[in-house]
Antibody, heavy 123, light 107 residues
Framework: QITLKESGPTLVKPTETLTLTCTFS??????????VGWIRQPPGRALEWLAI???????RYTPSLKNRVSVTKGTPKNQVVLTVTNMDPDDTGTYYC???????????????WGQGAMVIVSS | VVMTQSPATLSVSPGERATLSCRAS??????LAWYQQKPGQAPRLLIY???TRATGIPVRFSGSGSGTEFTLTINSLQSEDFAVYYC??????????FGQGTKLEIK
């Protein structure tokens, strides 16, 4: 059974850096085609795809965050870390990590999601 | 790629059929997924590759379309089906864009 859970601060100040950790079980990056993505959702608004890291260490980021976002594999090996620099009140929302359907292709949807972590940006 | 969903809100009575639409600004082939999200919950994958039901999804949910026009059909609406539905393309990245959502409400 695949599970994922996000953890990190609930409140960050403007200009600070957000670091969220996704801890997962039931799969491993040693399997070809595995990927973990990050998606966020401002209150009352739509989902926004942020980033993904794949089994082969390749990463992709949304251009809208203009080099503010990065994703790395954590230590231990069942973690993925999302970093967003220079946080702004517009970055307030629920941040989800999700497992994508195992595929050797670049594109694949997210089949299992974490419960989400609410992040508020305010001074 | 911009994903446009219509309508923004759809009012349907329980037991009836709901038809939700999603349009892509350029062709995405069959690389299209549908998600259901209930208040306070994470999204749940319903359909991928435009028409393949995800594991455990009831047969009343079906997807169709290819290229730029896609449809999610929900037959015999149950009370638990009233939620917000999102489409997502995963043909072009970054990013794998989501639509703005369709809220399915009880009529």
């Amino acid at each position: 059974q695949i599970t994922l859970k996000e953890s990190g601060p609930t409140l960050v100040k403007p200009t600070e850096t957000l670091t969220l950790t996704c801890t997962f079980s039931g799969f491993s990056f040693s399997e070809t085609g595995v990927g973990v993505g990050w998606i966020r959702q401002p209150p009352g608004r739509a989902l926004e795809w942020l980033a993904i890291i794949l089994w082969d260490d390749k990463t992709r980021y949304t251009p809208s965050l203009k080099n503010r976002v990065s994703v790395t594999k954590g230590t231990p090996k069942n973690q993925v870390v999302l970093t967003v620099t220079n946080m702004d009140p517009d970055d307030t929302g629920t941040y989800y990590c999700a497992h994508r359907i195992v595929s050797p292709n670049w594109g694949s949807p997210f089949d299992i999601w974490g419960q989400g972590a609410m992040v508020i940006v305010s001074s | 790629v911009v994903m446009t969903q219509s309508p923004a809100t759809l009012s349907v009575s329980p037991g009836e059929r709901a038809t939700l639409s999603c349009r892509a600004s350029q062709t995405v082939g069959s690389s299209l997924a549908w998600y259901q999200q209930k208040p306070g919950q994470a999204p749940r994958l319903l359909i991928y590759d435009a028409s393949t039901r995800a594991t455990g999804i009831p047969v009343r949910f079906s997807g169709s379309g290819s290229g730029t026009e896609f449809t999610l059909t929900i037959n015999s609406l149950q009370s638990e089906d009233f939620a917000v539905y999102y489409c997502q393309q995963y043909s072009y990245w970054p990013p794998h864009t989501f639509g703005q959502g369709t809220k399915l409400e009880i009529k």
